[in-house]
């Protein structure tokens, strides 16, 4: 928890110095060339020292389904993703140590894991990923997916009457979950958290958007949910409420500076103007965006209007990754393409600044985390400058940002306390782990999925495809 | 050059298969299951073959400003590129086999290098380019970048009366070099072949295309431009001819089988036609279009029209990669936001056919390469399963599309020659590389490009920008 890193590049103001970084117990506590040493040394020579990204937005068991699901849209995608679900605590419990090894050794310290819960098994199903992340040392921050309406009732009616089935457990029951979800886990000071997280307003009800700001008020929780990801989602926005989701999250009070949004790929001006007054934050997934073709997010436009705006890899299964710097790369050049002005478009400087205090902002953890200031815990990322794929030498973040890094990730800490040296996750056996993840997984092609067999007549009808 | 891949899967139909490969003396002779032992063993175990895919459109001597060029359009981008240029063959070697050693190790065992010529060296640049490929035993298409207008004639003069300077070097010299490098340096047999390469119709005169169109038809070489990568060329297209482009190049007779296009981001429907009828392949840079905001090319609408697709990397300072497991990813979701209708999206099985089959068409050697079937020559990618990043087992090639892969090739032949084994490239010494690479380059940041201050007050005033 206390070393001295000597001689290791800062990014400062448009440039780079050659510095040292002392920490002790934990926390940065200077940050100056030559400085005394105190507790061990470590070589900066030839790296880059950033403050640790934040995988804002993901659900760590869709690694299971990395790969397989089918090209298609999000309904139809979450189709698939349901009937192949894993139903099984020591899965979550593995795919949640991948989730992490992947998150570290692309530059991440702190992953919001939008958790699938099993169903009869939500308490277990979060013990389990608690126990992955502790055991890894990433700072965690666990958002249990909540929804108290069937998946059906997700797409819009549009002509036809439809009805559905209820949801198999009650909002009160869900919340009462959640509530002993937070007692048991919410422990902070050991770099665990629980957020409420509502899936968003195509599956719950207003009583459990209700239920979740009652508890994030009463346990100080940051709030978490997907908004606006697909045309779909803004049409059945205004079925339910005449009026756009985002108007209707602000009238319920979900809004706020402790509230991340993921996606919000939908949003027209006005809504934009409530996230800025509101200071919520988007969490943009830029592959799943255009895996699933759900669309461009206007990140420029959040920018301008002063929207926080921080990067995830999503669920790997919509990605299908889970490699922040691919997720910061594509966030940042896919707006290029929808502002001819390139004085508005992301620098990679800019995208770093996102990727660590922006995460950090949603998370309501500013004034701790996300820069390398004296007083701020030590959540850093190491990068080794010398890899191939970082080569010829130019500038250490354009490489980082635009190229194509591969093994860069020399050594990560949190809280101070080294997780990743030399490459390698230290804390726990990433090749048992991969070991493991083989062997309870099998060569997989065409699956038949009922639920999308179901949803995919209506859905290609509501969203005016042929059929 | 005699082998036996045992136990190997291969894709067939929608799923796979265990099987054999032989090779025999470069070519595949069967493909079956049990197959006598001829030649080396390879075992096949939880590998998965393909054939070698085309980074169908690259310049290697980028590398060398990767990381480090502005967030600019293609026109200002260009400037500071020119204005940064390496002029030193030594350099063009050791970036060429960065470019070949990164396209191989992420699949690919063809290389398109639309190669920038250091004035007055202009053969001493080709014969560095060769040497490097050769050396590797990647296979080389050398294509290298011609112009005979000089850099601000590439912008439209919109109400402005604009004068260029001459080019530097006059087109029947040009030309007679790029005879001079087919007499020296085209040997298909031995894997290296010139393309004729005018840069694209924003610098290049029509006496220029009509030279290299004599040189193609004289010599049977592939030919290969530029089309249509920003808006500022579609209009400087109609301020040069009073028509598209596209029909422009039709009518001069540039387009046809052998005729392959980087980028073809702002065509209309009468042009995609033209395509289609003269079967010109386009090859997508979905990473550089994006990097340079120069728009999403209409990939949807040229598969259906029939147009051939394949991928290239673009320059290593466009991307900033030369991985092309990245531009297969980017470059086959990135079209799902173009289109609500997901039944014309890419599939992972599309792209890997547009990468190996697309990209040997646009180079006419479809007959030769580009599948594993007997009677082909042997360019083989055999990428290993087990490693973390393709973990859990689902479908082998989705993961592969749409993951992110890291350290995925095991082994890779051109012709039957192994040139990667066990993840390593065999036959250069690929750590000496990263080390001259090292040497030879130093942390940049700040660059000021005089051409670029020339050209942005122009570029902003006919794009319409506030100045």
């Given amino acids: ?47 880059l020292l950033l403050p640790g990204f ?6 760590s068991s869709e690694m299971w389904q990395r790969g397989v699901i089918s090209i298609l849209p999000l309904e139809l995608w979450l189709a698939e993703l349901y009937d192949f679900a894993p139903i099984d605590t020591e899965k979550v ?30 308490l277990e199903t979060i ?44 909002t009160t029951a869900t919340l009462a979950i959640i509530e002993e979800a937070i007692k048991q886990f919410h422990r902070p000071d050991e770099g665990v958290y629980i957020l409420v997280a509502p899936t968003g307003i195509q599956l719950c009800t207003d009583a459990l958007f209700a239920g979740c700001i009652e508890l994030s008020d009463r346990y100080n929780l940051c709030r978490h949910s997907h908004l606006l990801e697909t045309k779909a989602q803004a049409k059945l926005a205004q079925e339910k409420y005449g009026c756009s989701a985002v108007t209707h999250l602000k009238q319920i009070g979900y809004l706020g500076d402790r509230t991340s949004l993921a996606h919000c790929v939908w949003l027209n001006d006005a809504d934009i103007t409530i996230l800025a007054d509101t200071k919520s934050t988007v969490v943009h997934n830029p592959l799943s965006n255009l895996r699933l073709g759900s669309g ?20 790997a299964s919509s990605n299908d990754s889970q490699d922040l710097l691919e997720a910061i790369k594509i966030g940042a050049i896919l707006h290029n393409v929808t502002d001819f002005d390139y004085r508005h478009w992301i620098t990679p400087r800019q995208a770093v600044e996102m990727a660590s205090l922006g995460g950090v902002k949603a998370l309501n953890l500013a004034d701790q985390l996300g820069s390398i200031t004296v007083g701020k815990e030590a959540d850093l990322v190491l990068y080794n400058l010398t890899n191939l794929s970082l080569m010829p030498r130019t500038d250490p973040i354009g490489l980082l940002v635009l190229g194509r890094p591969t093994n860069v990730v020399d050594s990560a800490w949190v809280k101070g306390k080294q997780i990743v040296a030399n490459g390698q996750v230290t804390t726990i056996n990433v090749d048992e782990l991969r070991q ?4 309870l997984s099998e060569w ?18 509501i969203m005016g495809l042929s059929s």
Same sequence: chains 1, 2.
Avoid: W
Avoid at 107 to 115: F, Q
Avoid at 436 to 439: I, V
């Fill in 296 to 315: 461009i997010a206007p990140i420029l436009k959040y920018r301008q209007a002063g929207v926080n705006v921080t990067f995830g890899c999503d669920g």
């Fill in 1 to 47: 928890m206390t070393f001295t890193i000597q001689n290791v590049l800062l990014a400062i103001d448009d440039g780079y110095t050659t510095s040292d970084v002392q920490v002790v117990d934990g926390k940065i506590v200077a940050v100056a060339p030559n400085l005394d040493v105190v507790g061990d040394i470590i070589d900066g020579t030839n790296k």
């Fill in 436 to 439: 493991e993840l083989f062997n």
């Fill in 54 to 59: 934040v995988n804002a937005h993901t659900h």
């Fill in 127 to 170: 013990a389990s990923a608690v126990r992955a992340y502790q055991e890894v040392g990433i700072r965690a921050f666990i958002a249990p997916l909540l929804q108290d309406e069937s998946l059906s009732a997700g797409l819009p009616a549009g002509d036809s009457s439809q009805s559905h089935e209820p949801f198999f457990r009650s």
């Fill in 93 to 122: 419990y593995l795919s949640a140590l991948g989730t992490a090894v992947e998150t570290l050794l692309s530059g991440g310290t702190s992953v919001v894991d939008h958790l699938v819960l099993i169903p009869g098994q939500e």
């Fill in 444 to 461: 997989t092609t065409q699956r038949q999925s009922p639920t999308r067999t179901q949803l995919e007549h209506h859905y290609r009808h």
